[in-house]
């Protein structure tokens, strides 16, 4: 995996004093200074799912069904060509649903038909076959592509470095905090770790996955995804030799 374009720091930091109890005869408790630090990790996208579907209508609900999956066959059937060997295809929504009409007047809404729909996720590591297979399940048939989601095969690498640089990025804040109360950091009481974030940041605010009429191929962008980390560590501060 390459490594990060780009690492971008930000620190949210608070910080609270605890004293002994009042009247307490046990050992006080320490003073203590808790500091929240967050990193975040910019990656390239080494993976994609397009959802196709594939939505077909008819007065009776088995010719609905018929129709349907002849057609998501021959979509299939071109998605696995434009895609290659290791594309991954996995079904992953199925719904047969009656369309009523409602009278002007009010009334009972009457059955005039059913809608079938079928979506197929498509799983794809190679980024340069998007636009092909796009254009591959329409022209064949699918009259949807209802999401594109970037992602990375292996999150762990750029996960591991915003944490250490979260941790890093508190540490230093709490030590500075510390050194400006005139006081020192002695250990670390507490890790609290957030649950790590992979937002995707598209080129002009979103990814351009337009499904087009003409012969030109769809034009995919697949921007970047920023792994965010964020860690609260609790600190033992005591007075600093002078």
Same mark, same amino acid.
């Given at each position: 995996m390459k490594l990060p374009v780009a690492i971008a720091l930000t !620190? !949210?930091? %608070?910080?609270?004093? !605890?004293?002994p109890y009042p009247g307490s005869p046990a050992v006080p408790r320490p003073a203590t200074i808790q500091v929240t630090g967050e990193a975040q990790v910019s990656e390239t996208p080494d993976r994609v799912y397009i959802d196709i579907g594939v939505s077909t209508r008819a007065p009776r609900s088995e010719d609905a069904a018929s129709h349907n999956a002849a057609r998501v066959a021959t979509v299939i059937a071109a998605v696995k060509r434009a895609a290659g060997p290791d594309a991954q295809l996995t079904t992953t929504e199925y719904s047969v649903s009656?369309?009523? %009409?409602?009278?002007?007047?009010g009334g009972t809404a009457t059955v005039v038909g059913y809608t079938v729909s079928n979506v197929v996720q498509v799983r794809l590591d190679d980024l340069r076959r998007v636009g092909g297979v796009i254009d591959a399940a329409t022209q064949a048939g699918s009259n949807t592509v209802q999401n594109i989601r970037f992602a990375l095969r292996d999150e762990q690498v750029p996960r591991n470095?915003?944490?250490?640089q979260a941790v890093l990025n508190a540490s230093q804040d709490a030590g500075a905090l510390a050194d400006a109360l005139g006081l020192k950091v002695v250990r670390v009481l507490a890790v609290d770790e957030g649950s790590p974030q992979v937002e995707p940041v598209y080129p002009r605010g979103r990814v351009f996955a337009q499904v087009q009429a003409a012969a030109a191929p769809t034009p995919v962008e697949t921007g970047t995804l920023d792994v965010s980390a964020t860690v609260t560590l609790t600190v033992e501060v005591a007075p600093a030799s002078r």
């Open positions: !620190a !949210a930091t %608070s910080w609270a004093i !605890a004293q009656p369309d009523y %009409s409602y009278p002007r007047g470095q915003a944490l250490r």
